[in-house]
């Protein structure tokens, strides 16, 4: 790996994502909703002909919807053939990290276990390292539960 | 490496799918010299690859299949049944090697000792073996692959490439036909330059054509369906102790990609249910003095922008009576409800969840997984199944699918302030909530629809995606839905607001796992649409399933029980405030039409529907209100609408009216509950359309006797066909000569002779003057005159 990563807030969380999971950064603008899902997903989003998922990773980490008001950003991946866009808070930096990756220290907050892998220091911070098909799949694990 | 280890797997895969077909050919023509070679080709390609990549099991396994293979093509061995399965199986195993190597997973540690030494066994006693199955085994046949032994020389040039390459491709060019939209409106608002227009037209051809080829790039041959078919049809034939003889056909037409990916498990499971249910055992159909050998056709196709499979085997059929019996113990058919049902009927049973015909449950069908879920995934995907049954002599199962996937019929639908499109093909019906013919009744939460007699269980598109029900000022419509699996059932929502070709898509897995949508789809105004699934819904409100026709039945009963012949009519109020009736039989449907939708033609109404034109029976085409409300009538062949003001009910109304007018477009008038209504005559109303077909059966011909003047065949008779009369010289010869015809003529005994079969005569003369008072001739050249005593005289 290059070890190039984007840092964003996402939940309310540092985090860090490879850089190579990310496509592309775009405001949202107009979301669909998609009536009868769960808050996970926030609705359908047109970015030129692809449709989007979107995604509310807070609604998956923390079990609960942003706002619409505060629906801002969204990090674009694809995600095992479909287009996904997951919410963001805001976006800080991207950039390349030397040292890497590192292991996790501390106790993490159950509500992370599942998405974090390790930590990434950058600007004087720790920053969550956060693989984005994670969120997929918790997203349809909560689903089947 | 890892891209020759790639490059390995995708060919080895491929080339085994090809060959499963081939090597069942061979086996069936064990002299065919050409499959053997080729089916050899492959084992020592592997061998020779494995080799270079180190994959010594690859390598042990194809080099005693080559072994083996070479001994035959030497003439050492006898290609019997044995050695068949055992080559077979190899490469069964080396499939799953080659799975396991791409998945990067440890290769399945099975004994492959035990597969090569099968193939050495039968060596040791091959003349037995010769003698003992003499080809009486699964002596299946695939002529289809035949031309594919050869095609590898005639084959055009081919390149592999990622399916995501592709993909990218598609989504590009559909960016860049957004893009010229977009372009070609910001054209039109700046002042019109000719030479600007000319140059983007030729951008907009280039981008259309583009778009064409790019989809074509999606297309596949059917083939790839079949290929699985030979082999599966062998070793179930084997299996079971049947012998089918399987002619594929069509293998060279085209469909989408992700269709045949689609059609896959529906056809199969097809295929599978005719070897075991439907093709008997060679001593059944011997006793049926039926040949031994069964025969399973499969044929494609195309037809229009459909893709039509049939599946056709001569077999025992579906036993319609069994399939009842296992309805009615499954409690999903009352025993009066099933005394009453057509034979078309019963045998759709068959597509009832959970039911199957098969006496006992086999390993290779009858496991609950039926004919219910092949309908749903064929309907899913837009097409049709449709079963052609003759008990005792075979079943044909057709379904026709579209040619792609992503571009299908839809309806527009509000609900909850949002809109979603729903396939066109699940709609039966349209209402409004308004409309006098729907009842909606309320009982312990359960809503209950009555359309003209017949309850269906209804639910609110919002109550079942949890949104709120936005108050709003006109009637909410209700749609009849026919779900794959289920029984129809309405579904109410805010408005049904458009009719259009949706490019569909597939959902994301997250929005698929709600289980109520099949898709999405990317309109013009850019923002996406989910496309819901009629099935989905049904299962997620949990609609009950049993058939019910006791009203319809009851008020047949009733209407027996009067004495007088009854037949249902629509009372309905004319734009003109009266109330009148009509024959029910005539109207198909019921709907609220736009009124920006009729027009004015020639002095005709027309309205445009469904993308065509259709004639307004009371000829009004200007109405006040946005919507209006209009009864579709067809004769069968003829269509028609007829605007109303409003639908009241359906009542019986006797056949033959209590006063009967002979005259206009009312057939009588009719006292239905105390309440005198005018009945429309149908045949005036179809009678009074303006259109050539429907006035031409009335007009009759024109039989012209002397039909070897040559100024009857040279000048009358175009002159006529001209007029739109249906010519014809000399009288008929094969039938009589019909009330409805006209004879020209001009011999007195001729038109006499005429007369007194019956038939209009009209006799002309050469000469300008007639030859006296009694003389009713016209002159020949008086055009006017003649077509006026044509025309006139059928009245």
């Given at each position: ?145 | ?700 011909r024109c039989v012209l006797l002397d039909s070897e003047d040559g100024w009857t065949r040279e000048i009358l008779a175009p002159l006529l066909r001209q007029?739109?009369h249906?010519v014809m010289l000399g009288l008929p010869s094969?039938?009589?000569v019909?009330?409805?015809d006209v004879i020209l003529c001009s011999g007195t005994d001729a038109a006499q002779a005429g ?6 005569v009209v006799q002309l003369r050469a000469s300008p ?8 001739s016209i002159y020949r050249y008086d055009q006017?005159?003649l077509?006026?005593a044509i ?5």
């Open positions: 790996m290059d070890n190039l990563y984007l840092f964003a807030i996402l939940a309310g969380t540092r985090v860090a994502v490879e850089a190579g999971e990310v496509e592309a950064v775009v405001k949202l603008t107009d979301i669909s909703p998609v009536p009868g899902m769960g808050a996970h997903v926030a609705g359908l989003s047109a970015l030129r002909s692809r449709v989007l998922t979107i995604v509310d990773v807070a609604a998956i980490v923390h079990g609960q919807p942003t706002p619409p008001e505060r629906r801002g950003l969204a990090v674009i991946a694809d995600i095992s053939g479909h287009s996904y866009g997951l919410m963001l808070d805001s976006v800080s930096d991207i950039c390349r990290v030397p040292e890497g990756e590192v292991p996790l220290r501390g106790q993490l907050d159950p509500a992370w276990a599942a998405y974090a892998s390790a930590i990434v220091e950058h600007d004087g911070h720790p920053w969550l390292l956060v693989s984005l098909s994670s969120f997929i799949e918790g997203a349809s694990a909560a689903q089947a539960a | 490496m890892d891209e020759l280890l790639q490059e390995f797997i995708s060919e080895t895969q491929e080339t085994l799918e090809a060959l499963a077909g081939e090597v069942v050919a061979w086996e069936a023509d064990p002299s065919d010299r050409d499959r053997l070679d080729a089916i050899f080709r492959f084992f020592h390609t592997v061998k020779g690859s494995c080799g270079f990549l180190n994959l010594p099991r690859f390598e042990r396994l194809s080099h005693a299949a080559e072994d083996v293979l070479a001994e035959i093509r030497a003439g050492e061995r006898q290609p019997d049944a044995a050695t068949v399965s055992a080559v077979l199986g190899l490469m069964d195993r080396i499939g799953e090697l080659t799975e396991a190597v791409a998945m990067g997973a440890a290769l399945p540690n099975e004994n492959d000792d035990y597969l090569i030494a099968a193939l050495h066994a039968p060596a040791e006693s091959p003349a037995e073996e010769v003698a003992s199955k003499p080809a009486s085994e699964g002596a299946a046949e695939a002529p289809a692959a035949a031309p594919r032994t050869s095609a590898p020389q005639a084959a055009p040039r081919t390149i592999r490439l990622p399916l995501s390459l592709i993909d990218q491709l598609m989504n590009g060019v559909s960016d860049m036909v957004l893009a010229r939209n977009e372009l070609s409106r910001k054209l039109r608002e700046r002042c019109a330059d000719p030479e600007l227009d000319t140059v983007f037209e030729r951008l907009s051809t280039c981008v259309a054509d583009m778009r064409d080829v790019i989809s074509k790039t999606r297309m596949q041959r059917v083939d790839r369906l079949f290929a699985a078919i030979p082999r599966m049809v062998r070793d179930l034939g084997r299996e079971l102790g049947k012998r089918i003889d399987l002619t594929l056909e069509g293998g060279d037409v085209e469909m989408d990609r992700e269709m045949v990916e689609m059609v896959v498990d529906p056809l199969t499971h097809i295929v599978r249910n005719s070897i075991d249910h439907g093709i008997e055992t060679p001593e059944r159909r011997r006793a049926a003095g039926k040949p031994e050998t069964g025969r399973l056709r499969v044929e494609a196709r195309q037809s229009g922008n459909q893709i039509v499979i049939a599946i056709s085997d001569d077999g025992a059929g579906i036993d319609t009576t069994r399939l009842v019996d296992k309805a009615i113990a499954a409690g999903r058919l009352t025993p009066d409800a099933a005394a009453r049902m057509t034979e078309q009927e019963k045998l759709d049973l068959i597509f009832l969840a959970g039911l199957s015909t098969a006496q006992q449950v086999t390993a290779i069908s009858g496991r609950g997984v039926g004919m219910d879920v092949v309908r749903a995934n064929v309907e899913r995907i837009g097409g049709l199944i449709a079963l052609d049954n003759h008990p005792g002599q075979g079943l044909c199962i057709t379904l026709r699918v579209p040619l792609t996937l992503t571009i299908i019929p839809g309806l527009i639908v509000r609900a909850g302030g949002q809109h979603f499109a729903i396939p066109r093909a699940a709609v039966v019906e349209i209402l409004h909530d308004n409309n006098d013919m729907l009842q909606v009744s309320r009982v312990g939460g359960a809503q209950i629809a009555t359309i003209r007699a017949v309850r269906h269980s209804m639910i609110d598109l919002e109550d079942i995606l949890g949104m709120e029900k936005l108050p709003q000022p006109g009637p909410r419509a209700i749609m009849v839905v026919r779900s794959g699996t289920g029984m129809p059932f309405a579904l109410a929502v805010a408005a049904v607001d458009n009719h259009e070709e949706l490019v569909i898509r597939p959902a994301s897995p997250l929005v698929m796992a709600s289980g109520v949508y099949a898709g999405m789809t990317l309109p013009d105004n850019g923002r996406p649409m989910l496309l819901l699934d009629a099935a989905g819904l049904a299962n997620a409100a949990r609609l009950p399933n049993i058939v019910d026709d006791q009203v319809a039945r009851r008020q047949e009963e009733e209407a027996e029980a009067a004495g007088v012949e009854m037949v249902a009519a629509l009372r309905f109020e004319e734009l003109s405030g009266e109330r009148r009736l009509l024959k029910l039989s005539l109207i198909e449907r019921v709907e609220d039409i736009d009124a920006s939708l009729f027009g004015r033609s020639g002095g005709k109404a027309y309205v445009r529907l469904d993308g065509r034109l259709m004639p307004v029976v009371n000829g009004r085409a200007d109405f006040p209100q946005d919507k209006v409300c209009a009864l579709r009538l067809r004769d069968g062949a003829q269509e028609a609408c007829y605007p109303v003001a409003a639908v009241l009910d359906i009542v019986q109304m006797p056949l033959v009216p209590d006063m009967v007018a002979m005259h206009g477009v009312l057939s009588g008038v009719s006292v239905i509950e105390g309440e005198h209504l005018e009945v429309l005559s149908p045949f005036a109303l179809f009678a009074s359309l303006p259109q050539e077909r429907l006035d031409r059966p009335q007009q009759g007029a739109g249906e094969d039938a009589p019909d009330a409805q007369e007194i079969m019956g038939c209009r003057r007639a030859a006296g008072p009694q003389d009713g006017d005159a077509m006026a025309g006139g005289r059928q009245g």
